[in-house]
């Protein structure tokens, strides 16, 4: 992205152009309108432009993620509290959130990084209709936990 331009609307016009989007579903992604945005426009994308949606929970259940439990439930609550428990916007982020949550993808809870990253390269790289992409054996910047 070229500097001075609106990151929001760069953002909206790279999801609906991508092929694939990865949702990486972290303790605190729900505390984040953004990212509830961001989630609400992918899945949007994959109803409307058969946009490949692959979920990784990360450090979270899914059922956390599906049924607002736990960080998922405390952030739709302050949600509800500013917006409105019944405000369109608050509606369409839980049912984003059970519909992404439904989603094939993979959970992780201290694994290796370097082994999941491998199977999202090698599972988006069949999705494409290619043959498994090479991943280095020494990725830059990634290290074990």
């Not at 972290?26 to 946009?51: G, H, P």
């Not at 094939?104 to 999941?116: R, T």
């Amino acid at each position: 992205m070229r500097k001075g331009q609106q990151i929001w609307l760069e953002l909206m016009k790279a999801i609906e152009e991508s092929h694939v989007a990865i949702i990486i579903f972290s303790k605190n992604y729900a505390s984040s309108r953004w990212c509830l945005e961001e989630v609400a426009k992918i899945m949007e994308c994959m109803k409307q432009k058969d946009l490949i949606v692959l979920p990784v929970f990360y450090n979270v259940e899914p059922r956390e993620v599906r049924k607002w439990r736990g960080s998922y439930g405390r952030a739709m609550a302050k949600h509800e509290a500013e917006f409105g428990k019944h405000s369109h916007k608050v509606k369409r982020w839980k049912k984003t959130l059970v519909d992404a949550s439904n989603l094939s993808g993979w959970h992780f809870d201290n694994e290796v990084e370097v082994k999941l990253i491998k199977e999202i390269v090698n599972e988006i790289s069949m999705q494409l209709h290619r043959r498994p992409l090479h991943v280095s054996k020494h990725l830059v910047g990634i290290h074990p936990q």
